[in-house]
């Protein structure tokens, strides 16, 4: 059974830094692309990376281009979205997703909040 748990949200001021990271099973993940998406409040879900696990060569949308990286533990089985410089604009619950933009499978989420 394909699960995905993310984990590492929180409350952060503007400029801080934050690691979500999210355990597979059920797959393994190098064998597979990954997709980080997040939806903010009353909005619907924005395309955040995608990465192609077996390269790895990961694509990121322009608003977190230069700030957030995507890394993995391929031992664990896990994927990682390093935030930095984060800005209120980054607040949103954040999802991994198994497969490409389009993917379908994905975790419960972790929630964001950037605030003063």
């Known amino acids: 059974q394909v699960q995905l748990v993310e984990s590492g949200g929180g409350l952060v001021q503007p400029g801080g830094s934050l690691r979500l990271s999210c355990a597979a099973s059920?797959?393994?993940?190098?064998?597979?692309?990954m997709t980080w998406v997040r939806q903010a409040p009353g909005k619907g879900l924005e395309w955040v990376s995608t990465?192609?696990?077996?390269?790895?060569?990961?694509h990121y949308a322009d608003s977190v281009k230069g700030r957030f990286t995507v890394s993995a533990d391929y031992a664990k089985n896990t994927l990682y979205l390093q935030m930095n410089n984060l800005k209120p604009e980054d607040t949103a619950v954040y999802y991994c997703?198994?497969?490409?933009?389009?993917?379908?499978?994905r975790g419960q989420g972790t929630q964001v909040t950037v605030s003063s």
């Open positions: 059920g797959f393994i993940i190098s064998h597979d692309f």
């Open positions: 997703t198994k497969g490409g933009p389009s993917g379908t499978i």
């Open positions: 990465t192609n696990m077996g390269d790895p060569v990961t």
